[in-house]
């Protein structure tokens, strides 16, 4: 027992949304993720009866740590809830994503919408817990080592190196293999055989799925002509806070003409606490919005869902992208070339082609790969 390996998912198993996993080294207990989701309006979470009615754990202080991969709700938004359940775990994360995670779950409910001072308190006291940790650091907890690997994705994402005696699991949140706006590709581990990948499948059943490339510089494109072409200001909304950040350096980058652009106040504490961890995203061009904006066109960017100034705007969709598609994953599995590749965070079919990662890759002689699509709590043996 004190040598075997486990896998149980809570939230995000064949489903996206709530990404949360049990993972057991022997005698260690570890939490990676904590996230939620929205079906249908209704917001979801993990669910931790399965953990604790487990044959491993009877109470969430039996939990050492939670590693938290990258700065998207379905991966944080349910960090402050399993926290204060798991009172003796630590917690890790890059300095990038405990930014983010402040802002995610502390600033918008505690200093924009001024919640209640008791749960200000129990708010800040449980982020106050959180550990930062670098790319490429690796600690010994005795029992395992873990070593932190840059995800790509968005700024601040890391996957999982775990060595624990002679087996090496990589756990890859959300990642990319190509270099975006804001961030280099994933750092694939070099030369080191992975026993286990605990990946993060998002079109793992969609062989038909090939990601748009161009579809942020064609939201940037958007913007940019309707002010030049007609006159009209432009609002943008954004939904992940990540991809208004990315869209925001990339609009900046391509705003020959000089549109002024306008950040909310929200947007703009995120922008100004990422630039002083020297990740640039703004130039001169850009405004913060204290009061009404003037008459003159211009491109507004809020994470507003409603509303705003009561003026008129014409609103773009940027909508875009942050995952990697079907062939992503396949060049990815064939770096790692794992003995085994544990899919979660797995949409639902929608191809009318009857293949997934496993079927394709069976097809390939070099890999040596075995294919477990996770099911949520359901227990494995890795």
Known sequence: MEKDIYFMALGGGQRVGASCYYLKLGG??????????????????????????SPFIQSMNQIDQIYISHAHLDHLGYLLKIMRDA???????????????????????????????????????????????????????????VTFLPAGHIPGAM??????????????GDYSLERTALTNGCVVPADIPIDTV???????????????????FGRVQDALRIVEETGVSVLCRIQQLSKGIEFIKTLSEWNVNK????????????VLKMEQMSIPIMDMEHRGVGQIPPKLPHILITNRRKGFFGRFYKEV??????????????????????????????????SSLDQTIEQVMMKDGECRTQFIFAEEKEIYQL
């Open 28 to 53: 260690s207990n570890l939490i990676l993720d904590a996230g939620t989701g929205i079906s249908d309006g209704i917001v979801f979470e993990p669910e931790l009866y399965s953990l604790i009615t």
């Open 87 to 145: 009172g003796k775990a630590g917690v890790y994360m890059t300095e990038i994503t405990a930014l983010l995670a402040e802002y995610q779950l502390y600033d918008r409910d505690f200093v924009y919408r001024g919640k209640g001072e008791e749960k200000r308190l129990a708010a800040k006291n449980l982020l106050d817990r959180i550990a930062r940790v670098s790319y490429m650091k690796q600690i010994d907890f005795g029992k395992y080592k």
């Open 159 to 172: 996957m999982l190196l775990f060595e624990f005696g002679k087996r090496r699991i990589l756990y890859t």
């Open 198 to 216: 605990i990946m993060c499948g998002l079109h793992a059943k969609h062989p038909d799925y090939v990601k748009k490339g161009d579809a942020l």
């Open 259 to 270: 549109i002024p652009i306008f950040l909310d106040r929200q947007v703009m504490d995120v």
């Open 317 to 350: 969709n940027i909508e875009f992208s942050l995952h990697g598609d079907f062939s992503d994953m396949q060049e990815f599995i064939r770096k790692v070339n794992p003995k085994k590749a544990v899919i979660v965070h797995c949409a639902k079919e929608h």
